[in-house]
């Protein structure tokens, strides 16, 4: 089962669709305009998108650019558009899949499990594993012994940039330009103060260490924990 959003303008349309998924075991809910289609991709965080290209207040291909620059889930572009060259630049615009019109709710449900098995093998590629600690740069999920994190979007930026590159000392200079995009400032308290934040939530702190360690003058670094560290 997955959570759906089709994004469609014809209303005979989306409800074939929404009556086929829904007897195929999916929760779909839906939208008429990119707009509200957009808003809901956000709020509600499906598994899948459809997304119909001809929609009246904006083109299929700016919702799919818009969407691509806020959100990773998979898209199937749905539209009655068959041109291999169409195709082509949807898919290299960001497009998963692409369903040409008119399409059996057989064929649809059998698309969307294709996509999600695809992107859940990424997912799971592209997941950071350092000890107990698992960062996944796809989904922007860390777990700690199997526990979710919560982190700001700054923290997990922080944690993701430090757990690629595990064992190595990474300076202030760096994490500023490279996690902040900002110029180094000497006195700049920035890094150790959202340091000491991560350090809250992975349950420890600068005297007691388990990932997060210190390294004085020179910067920090992300470590499994040593044996016989502290849990």
């Given at each position: 089962m997955a959570t759906v959003l089709i994004v469609e303008d014809d209303m005979t349309i989306r409800t074939a669709v929404i009556r086929a998924l829904t007897e195929r075991g999916h929760?779909?809910?839906?939208?008429?305009?990119?707009?509200?289609?957009?808003?809901?991709?956000?709020?509600?965080?499906?598994?899948?998108?459809?997304?119909?290209?001809?929609?009246?207040?904006?083109?299929?291909?700016?919702?799919?650019?818009?969407?691509?620059?806020?959100?990773?889930?998979?898209?199937?572009?749905?539209?009655?558009?068959?041109?291999?060259?169409?195709?082509?630049?949807?898919l290299d615009a960001g497009a998963d899949d692409y369903?040409?019109?008119?399409?059996?709710?057989?064929?649809?449900?059998?698309?969307?499990?294709?996509?999600?098995?695809?992107?859940?093998?990424?997912?799971?590629?592209s997941a950071v594993v350092v000890g107990g600690l698992s960062v996944n740069?796809?989904?922007?999920?860390?777990?700690?012994?199997?526990a979710l994190l919560e982190l700001t979007p700054r923290e997990f930026d922080l944690l993701h940039y430090l757990a690629s590159r595990a064992g190595t000392v990474v300076s202030k200079r760096n994490l500023l330009t490279d996690v902040w995009n900002l110029p180094y400032a000497?006195?700049?308290?920035?890094?150790?103060?959202?340091?000491?934040?991560?350090?809250?939530?992975?349950?420890?702190?600068?005297?007691?260490?388990?990932?997060?360690?210190?390294?004085r003058r020179v910067g920090v670094k992300l470590a499994a924990p040593e044996p016989g560290a502290a849990q």
């Open positions: 929760v779909v809910t839906s939208a008429p305009t990119a707009m509200t289609g957009l808003q809901l991709a956000v709020s509600e965080k499906p598994d899948v998108v459809l997304l119909d290209l001809g929609l009246p207040d904006l083109d299929g291909r700016e919702v799919l650019r818009m969407l691509r620059a806020v959100n990773q889930v998979p898209i199937i572009v749905i539209t009655a558009r068959s041109m291999e060259s169409e195709m082509v630049r949807l369903l040409v019109k008119p399409f059996g709710g057989a064929q649809l449900d059998a698309r969307i499990r294709a996509v999600l098995r695809r992107t859940e093998g990424e997912a799971e590629e740069a796809r989904t922007r999920q860390a777990f700690l012994d199997d000497g006195a700049d308290k920035t890094v150790d103060v959202h340091l000491s934040w991560l350090r809250r939530k992975l349950g420890e702190t600068a005297q007691e260490p388990r990932y997060l360690r210190t390294v």
